[in-house]
């Protein structure tokens, strides 16, 4: 019995330790995501979008990360790109990818951090921006199609 309750003992304490050791190699793993923009302050359709993503390590040590970006467009991902990339303690980056909208209205930028194994997701930034056309707005007439044809009528 006594034999039962050391053993109760050293293996509680073996999984308190176990997981304050998890944790604590968890919260020093850490980045985030500082800027994310882009530019022109009003993109235009069929012409390049440039992001810029500003990610950070937090932590002292030196970390591998994933970056992903998604553009989305009415519910459905238009674009996507990864980065994978190596800061180290304190350290910080950026990224400029470029994207041409093909479509007019609103899209949106989903930037996720992850470590390198896309196991712990770091930080996710969302950013929203409206794509214009420099064309229009347009005066166009067009008059009905007869429904008689006559001779001498053109078409």
Known sequence: MK???????LTGGAMVLSLALLLSSASAQSG?????????????????????????NQGDKTQSYLLSLQII???????EQEFTFTLEGTKGIFFTPKYAAQTIGEHRAIVRLYDKFKIDLFD???MKFNVVSQLGPFDISIEPLTTRIKPGLFL
């Open 124 to 126: 996710t930034q969302i």
């Open 32 to 56: 985030k995501v500082y800027q994310l923009t882009y530019s022109p302050s009003e993109p235009v359709v069929l012409e390049d979008t440039t992001l810029s993503i500003g990610v950070e």
């Open 3 to 9: 034999n039962k309750n050391i053993i109760m003992w």
């Open 73 to 79: 467009e009415e519910g459905k991902i238009v674009h």
